[in-house]
């Protein structure tokens, strides 16, 4: 039902420039999430007031559009930024986000519709057609976005309104045009990149990554836009989406037959580029300008999101490592190294007898899908887990075994009935809690009240005589040597790499050499 308001020729405030203005001027200028808040409603009250002209619509979207920006930057900042977000917290920055791009997008697209029925200021529009539909694409591709930072699901209706509105620009003829989307350096785009920015974030599999390098996924997929491909025909692409048959796009199998609707993608050149990228990053230790990011980022998180990209955007991605077998069952899970460590406590068994010998308070049951020898699949219940994420180390715990492993959350799908899907990698299913201290203490006691407690991986040193330590997130720094106590063994560790970094805790490698005496 459209809004109705009192006075002019369209019943709402914003029919009026003068009006329109002093809207945008009041909006707060210190609370981004409130300023959001209120420019979502007023987006809402014009999609959903049908009277305006579309030459209106159009310039009060952009209006609206444009006060937006600076907000937009700082609650995205601040939804990535917050550890183990509290629901509260978590749910305000979500929803203002989402809550825009939807109606956002849902203002261009009735700009599109109007356009396409031939209705009033058409004509003074004509020209800002492919920014209309670029622009749409553009806010579908953030709704897209925010979905998968919860891990989904994608309503199906993103998909149909980002292929739909693709195909209008390819039928017009205009996909290709240069326009300039926004005002700024980084404003000139096609509708055929923003398109391909979409695919081929969604191809880049950004389920399986934490959301701070979802967040540098996508931004990588813009950047590198202009390099992508798109063809009729299936050379030199990876996969494939129906334009007729809306839905994310597939890894194309060989032999696949063009059809009218259907239009094979690939990072074409921008697989090369983003490998340069590595390889300078790597080299220099910092980001090369001109690339952005959305915001400032260790070069950990992004060569991690680099290298997950480039992974799944190239003709072999990574394949699975051991074959799943269906089965059922349960898992008890402990979320974070804390949790892990309390449940183990070795501090108060000398023995260390690492099964479960009283309950772990923390811990929850999960349901078994699958297993496999590298780890599980498993479901979990809901209002539970509000702490997961993907790179979270949890211990586990199936109904058979005596002792606690670890693991890693490799993945996390949301089904449509809200349930999430989780795999989890299995480091180990021995967890080893263990003491560590600097190598200079001064004395056995120095080492002892100094010690923190840490989680060693193998039961002993691999073929290249190095073992595994989980620790706290900040202990290891690649230089010092550290002493492992395991029973009443000392054990000298020398760092060889960090193989893994999370939000509490480091996963290193290190040479050992047996203490004696």
Same mark, same amino acid.
């Given at each position: 039902?459209?809004?109705?308001?009192?006075?002019?020729?369209?019943?709402?405030?914003?029919?009026?420039? *003068?009006?329109?203005?002093?809207?945008?001027?009041?909006?707060?200028?210190?609370?981004?999430?409130?300023?959001?808040?209120?420019?979502?409603?007023?987006?809402?009250?014009?999609?959903?007031?049908?009277?305006?002209?579309?030459?209106?619509?159009? $310039?009060?979207?952009?209006?609206?559009?444009?006060?937006?920006?600076?907000?937009?930057?700082?609650?995205?900042?601040?939804? &990535?930024?917050?550890?183990?977000?509290?629901?509260?917290?978590?749910?305000?920055?979500?929803?203002?986000?989402? /809550?825009?791009?939807?109606?956002?997008?849902?203002?261009?697209?009735?700009?599109?519709?109007?356009?396409?029925?031939?209705?009033?200021?058409?004509?003074?529009?004509?020209?800002?057609?492919?920014?209309?539909?670029?622009?749409?694409?553009?806010?579908?591709?953030?709704?897209?976005?925010?979905?998968?930072?919860?891990? *989904?699901?994608?309503?199906?209706?993103?998909?149909? $309104?980002?292929?739909?509105?693709?195909?209008?620009?390819?039928?017009?003829?205009?996909?290709?045009?240069?326009?300039?989307?926004?005002?700024?350096?980084?404003?000139?785009? @096609?509708?055929?990149?923003?398109?391909?920015?979409?695919?081929?974030? +969604?191809?880049? %599999?950004?389920?399986?990554?934490?959301?701070?390098?979802?967040?540098?996924? $996508?931004?990588?997929?813009?950047?590198?836009?202009? %390099?992508?491909? @798109? !063809?009729?025909?299936?050379?030199?692409?990876?996969?494939? =989406?129906?334009?007729?048959?809306?839905?994310?796009?597939?890894?194309?199998?060989?032999?696949?037959?063009?059809?009218?609707?259907?239009?094979?993608?690939?990072?074409?050149?921008? &697989?090369?580029?983003?490998?340069?990228?590595?390889?300078?990053?790597?080299?220099?230790?910092?980001?090369?300008?001109?690339?952005?990011?959305?915001?400032?980022?260790?070069?950990?998180?992004?060569?991690?999101?680099?290298?997950?990209?480039?992974?799944?955007?190239?003709?072999?991605?990574?394949?699975?490592?051991? $074959?799943?077998?269906?089965?059922?069952?349960?898992?008890?899970?402990?979320?974070?190294?804390?949790?892990?460590?309390?449940?183990?406590?070795? !501090?108060?068994?000398?023995?260390?007898?690492?099964?479960? %010998?009283?309950?772990?308070? !923390?811990?929850?049951?999960?349901?078994?899908?699958? =297993?496999?020898?590298?780890?599980?699949?498993?479901?979990?219940? @809901?209002?539970? +887990?509000?702490?997961?994420?993907?790179?979270?180390?949890?211990?586990?715990?199936?109904?058979?075994?005596?002792?606690? *492993?670890?693991?890693?959350?490799?993945?996390?799908?949301?089904?449509?009935?809200?349930?999430?899907? =989780?795999?989890?990698?299995?480091?180990?299913?021995?967890?080893?809690?263990?003491?560590?201290?600097?190598?200079?203490?001064?004395?056995?006691?120095?080492?002892?009240?100094?010690?923190?407690?840490?989680?060693?991986?193998?039961?002993?040193?691999?073929?290249?005589?190095? =073992? *595994?330590?989980?620790?706290?997130?900040?202990?290891?720094?690649?230089?010092?040597?550290?002493?492992?106590?395991?029973?009443?063994? +000392?054990?000298?560790?020398?760092?060889? /790499? &960090?193989?893994?970094?999370?939000?509490?805790?480091?996963?290193?490698?290190?040479?050992?050499?047996?203490?004696?005496?």
């Amino acid at each position: 039902m459209a809004i109705k308001w009192l006075g002019g020729k369209v019943d709402h405030p914003m029919s009026d420039a *003068g009006q329109a203005r002093q809207i945008i001027q009041g909006l707060p200028a210190n609370d981004a999430a409130k300023a959001l808040e209120e420019i979502t409603y007023w987006l809402d009250s014009i999609n959903q007031t049908g009277e305006f002209k579309l030459n209106q619509r159009f $310039e009060n979207i952009d209006l609206l559009d444009s006060a937006a920006r600076n907000h937009l930057r700082k609650l995205s900042q601040d939804y &990535l930024a917050m550890p183990r977000q509290l629901k509260f917290q978590e749910n305000r920055l979500w929803n203002a986000n989402f /809550g825009f791009w939807r109606q956002l997008g849902d203002g261009y697209l009735q700009c599109l519709k109007q356009y396409e029925e031939g209705l009033i200021g058409m004509t003074i529009v004509r020209k800002s057609l492919p920014v209309i539909v670029a622009r749409a694409i553009r806010a579908l591709t953030f709704q897209l976005k925010w979905k998968l930072l919860r891990y *989904g699901p994608v309503e199906p209706r993103i998909w149909q $309104e980002l292929t739909q509105t693709y195909a209008i620009a390819e039928q017009r003829g205009f996909a290709d045009g240069v326009i300039t989307l926004y005002p700024g350096a980084l404003g000139e785009s @096609t509708v055929k990149r923003e398109f391909l920015t979409a695919m081929m974030f +969604s191809a880049a %599999s950004p389920e399986g990554l934490p959301p701070l390098r979802q967040e540098i996924a $996508e931004r990588t997929a813009a950047h590198l836009a202009s %390099s992508f491909r @798109t !063809s009729i025909r299936p050379d030199g692409c990876t996969h494939c =989406v129906n334009l007729a048959s809306p839905g994310p796009p597939v890894r194309q199998f060989k032999g696949v037959e063009p059809t009218a609707t259907l239009r094979f993608i690939g990072a074409g050149k921008g &697989l090369a580029e983003l490998n340069q990228l590595i390889g300078k990053i790597q080299g220099t230790g910092a980001i090369p300008e001109g690339i952005n990011l959305g915001g400032s980022y260790g070069t950990d998180n992004v060569i991690g999101a680099f290298r997950h990209v480039a992974q799944y955007w190239s003709d072999q991605p990574p394949a699975r490592g051991a $074959e799943r077998r269906r089965t059922a069952g349960r898992i008890t899970v402990v979320p974070g190294l804390k949790d892990i460590l309390k449940t183990l406590d070795p !501090s108060d068994d000398d023995t260390l007898d690492f099964s479960l %010998s009283q309950p772990a308070a !923390s811990g929850e049951s999960w349901i078994v899908e699958d =297993v496999s020898d590298g780890g599980y699949g498993a479901m979990i219940p @809901t209002v539970k +887990s509000d702490w997961i994420r993907v790179g979270t180390i949890v211990g586990v715990r199936n109904e058979a075994a005596k002792y606690w *492993g670890v693991g890693l959350i490799r993945r996390i799908v949301r089904d449509e009935k809200e349930l999430r899907h =989780v795999g989890i990698q299995v480091l180990t299913t021995t967890a080893i809690p263990v003491k560590l201290s600097k190598s200079q203490a001064l004395s056995f006691t120095d080492a002892d009240r100094d010690a923190e407690r840490a989680i060693l991986l193998p039961t002993g040193p691999d073929a290249r005589g190095e =073992v *595994g330590v989980i620790m706290r997130s900040g202990l290891f720094n690649g230089r010092d040597s550290l002493d492992m106590t395991v029973r009443d063994k +000392s054990i000298q560790l020398t760092p060889m /790499g &960090l193989v893994e970094g999370g939000e509490d805790f480091d996963w290193a490698k290190f040479k050992v050499e047996e203490r004696k005496g």
